[in-house]
C-alpha cells in the first residue's frame, strides 16, 4: 500500500509564496519521476513540473521563472516552490509519482489528495 501525503497549500496574496510538498510512504521498493499537476475549476487537469530521478526538471511554459521543483530522495519527498504567484495559479494541486512496490513489479503512478491554492487579494 502506497499513500502520498500533500500538504502546504493556501490563501496567498498575489505576488506572493507557497512551497508544496508531496511525502510518499508504505511499500515503496523505488521512485521515478515525480510531478506536480493543476487542475483550475472548468478546465483539464495540466502539468506544472515534473523532475526525474537524475535531477532533470521541465516545466509549463506559465510557470518557468516562477517556480521550482526539487526532490529529496531519502525523504520520498517532492516540493514545489511557488513564487510570483498569479490569480490564474488559483487551481488544485496534485503530485503525482512513479513507484515501483518490489523488485518484480513495474512502476505506477499514485496520486496525492490535492491542496487548494488560491491566489487573491
Known amino acids: 500500500q502506497v499513500q502520498l501525503v500533500e500538504s502546504g497549500g493556501g490563501l496567498v496574496q498575489p505576488g506572493g509564496s507557497l512551497r508544496l510538498s508531496c511525502a510518499a510512504s508504505?511499500?515503496?521498493?523505488?521512485?521515478?519521476?515525480m510531478g506536480w499537476y493543476r487542475q483550475a475549476p472548468g478546465k483539464q487537469r495540466e502539468l506544472v513540473a515534473v523532475i526525474a530521478r537524475g535531477g532533470s526538471t521541465d516545466y509549463a511554459d506559465s510557470v518557468k521563472g516562477r517556480f521550482t521543483i526539487y526532490r529529496d530522495n531519502a525523504k520520498n519527498t517532492v516540493y514545489l516552490q511557488m513564487n510570483s504567484l498569479k490569480p490564474e495559479d488559483t487551481a488544485v494541486y496534485y503530485c503525482?509519482?512513479?513507484?515501483?512496490?518490489?523488485?518484480?513489479?513495474?512502476?505506477?503512478?499514485?496520486w496525492g489528495q490535492g491542496t487548494q491554492v488560491t491566489v487573491s487579494s
Open positions: 503525482n509519482q512513479e513507484i515501483k512496490v518490489n523488485s518484480g513489479s513495474y512502476y505506477s503512478a499514485y
Open positions: 508504505g511499500s515503496i521498493f523505488a521512485i521515478r519521476a
